[in-house]
């Protein structure tokens, strides 16, 4: 499974979009990129995830460069309850099953 | 629908005890993982299993750690003996299969050796 790097804390103003950025240099062409979230004191949340092509559902926007190289978690409006650590995850849906989690970004929604 | 269920939500034993963690995944999952998150980390795969086969044991510790999966729907983690270094958060998941889904986890079983 390809490795992630994120960095390792943002801050966000309440209100304003929030910019999680993951680089998977490494990934391979059958790998899907995910991103979880963890609130403190709860378990990992799914928020969202794709392949190749941008995704958005109702709690985020994923955004994913030609190369697939890199991508980037769009929350449009943060709030105080989107204060988490934010993993992104790149898996194949065949043989090992893996999800290697890192240490993730942690993010902070200032009011 | 009722989500992934872990028990105990907390427990705080003395080193050298046993504990036991359970786990109810969400109905009609095949997929169960146990991972273990410490403090400041993200969580580690310990143990995977396909219905009521451990397809994945390779990060368990096993001369303390032992899982299993009756009937393929809920799940028990047993250390036995605790040591210092196992305080820590396990986690439980589930998922529908093992494609390209998500995992839904529980809200976790804090440990504390002392």
């Known amino acids: 499974d390809a490795k992630t790097t994120q960095p390792t804390s943002m801050d966000c103003a309440e209100g304003r979009a929030a910019n999680l950025p993951c680089n998977h240099s490494?990934?391979?062409?059958?790998?899907?990129v995910y991103w979880y979230r963890q609130i403190h004191s709860q378990g990992p949340q799914y928020i969202i995830h794709?392949?190749?092509n941008n995704e958005t559902n109702e709690m985020a926007s994923l955004i994913i460069t030609e190369d697939r190289k890199s991508s980037t978690l769009i929350l449009p409006h943060a709030t105080l309850r989107d204060t988490a650590v934010y993993y992104c995850?790149?898996?194949?849906?065949?043989?090992?099953?893996?999800?290697?989690f890192g240490t993730g970004t942690r993010l902070k929604v200032l009011a | 629908e009722a989500g992934v269920v872990q028990s105990p939500r907390y427990k705080i034993i003395e080193k050298k005890q046993p504990v036991a963690f359970w786990c109810n995944p969400i109905?009609?999952?095949?997929?169960l993982y146990w991972y273990r998150q410490n403090l400041g980390q993200g969580p580690e795969l310990l143990i995977r299993?396909?219905?009521?086969?451990?397809?994945?044991d390779s990060q368990l510790p096993k001369d303390r750690f032992s899982a299993e999966r009756l009937k393929g729907v809920d799940s028990t983690l047993k250390i036995q003996p605790a040591e210092l270094g196992d305080s820590a958060v396990y986690l439980c998941?589930?998922?529908?299969?093992?494609?390209?889904?998500?995992?839904?986890f529980g809200e976790g079983s804090r440990l504390t050796v002392l």
């Open positions: 109905s009609g999952h095949n997929t």
């Open positions: 995850i790149v898996r194949a849906p065949s043989g090992t099953y893996k999800y290697i």
């Open positions: 794709g392949l190749k």
């Open positions: 998941a589930s998922s529908l299969d093992r494609g390209a889904g998500e995992l839904f």
């Open positions: 299993y396909e219905n009521e086969e451990a397809v994945d």
């Open positions: 490494t990934i391979s062409g059958n790998e899907y």
